[in-house]
């Protein structure tokens, strides 16, 4: 946490934070670790999106100094120890960077998971780091912030448990469940609007052919397998070529029907093109 935070020079050490959890967090574990050696100055300021800003300021040289020995923190090239941390936790250590630096979205939003960090190499060992569990960060450079981010779910969810968050992993783990579940919900509903348009354009073109044949030779002069089908899309405009297939006498499959109303068609070109074919004619 005082790794990532704000500030952390010699003189001086800013922790900032808008989350309850991390303040009481900061705030107990300076007190526990330096047995109350240590004088801080914490303040809360109202944000304009509602939020608080809860702020520790540690300036007695004395005391900084102490914080800094502690943990073997040079101020001038803030950078992660990485034997110190191997031979302790990882986890841990990566769970005190996203409690101080750290946001996860609404995964019902979006899969977003990042860490503001205080400078380019800061950043860059973070990201060696994540790369040791497997999970892949990128970088970027926002408003002067380097962001370290993740945007694949499944890696969010690695980095979650990674630092003792299964509860938050559980939960996105169910959120991404019922995100499937819709958006396959939703591809079969678009399917079979897609399907009944279809079916419902192609009854339409069929009953347009139909109508051409009859008004100018009469359905008596088709033979009766195609006069039979003809009948059936007069009589029901709604029903799909399985249906009509099944409803013939002997039933035949859809595939068959789809022949005949072929038939259909090309004999209504040929009367749309002034032709006399007797395709299909008795």
């Given amino acids: 946490m005082l790794m990532f ?51 520790y300021d540690i300036t007695n040289p004395e005391h900084t100094a102490e914080i800094l020995k502690c ?106 469940i019922y995100k499937d579940v819709r958006n396959k919900a939703n591809r079969i509903a678009n399917c079979d609007s897609a399907n009944i348009d279809k079916v419902v354009n192609a009854a339409m073109r069929q009953l347009e052919d139909i109508k051409l044949i009859e008004s100018s030779i009469g359905l008596d002069s088709l033979t009766d ?7 059936l899309r007069i009589e029901n405009s709604d029903m799909s070529l399985k249906e009509i297939g099944e409803c013939l006498n002997p039933p035949i499959s859809r595939s068959g029907v789809n022949h005949r109303f072929k038939k259909l068609a090309k004999i209504a070109e040929e009367i749309r093109s002034g032709g006399n074919s007797e395709y299909g004619i008795k």
């Fill in 225 to 231: 397998e195609l006069r039979e089908v003809s009948e």
């Fill in 71 to 176: 943990y073997n923190i040079c101020p001038e090239r803030r950078s992660i120890d990485f034997e110190l941390i191997a031979n302790s936790s990882l986890g841990v250590f990566a769970g005190g960077v996203f409690l101080a630096c750290g946001s996860v979205n609404d995964p019902s939003k979006e899969y977003h998971l990042e860490f503001v960090t205080p400078s380019e190499l800061i950043a860059a060992e973070l990201v060696m780091l994540l790369n040791d569990i497997e999970i892949t960060a990128k970088t970027a450079l926002r408003r002067g912030q380097y962001i370290v981010y993740i945007k694949d779910s499944e890696s969010i969810e690695d980095t979650l448990t990674f630092i003792g968050a299964q509860k938050c992993t559980l939960e996105m783990i169910n959120v991404k």
């Fill in 5 to 55: 935070s704000r500030t952390l020079t010699a003189e001086h050490i800013c922790f900032q934070t808008e989350s309850t959890h991390s303040s009481a967090m900061f705030e107990k574990l300076i007190k526990s670790v330096f047995q109350g050696r240590i004088d801080f100055r914490r303040h809360e300021n109202e944000r304009k999106n509602g939020a608080v800003m809860f702020t």
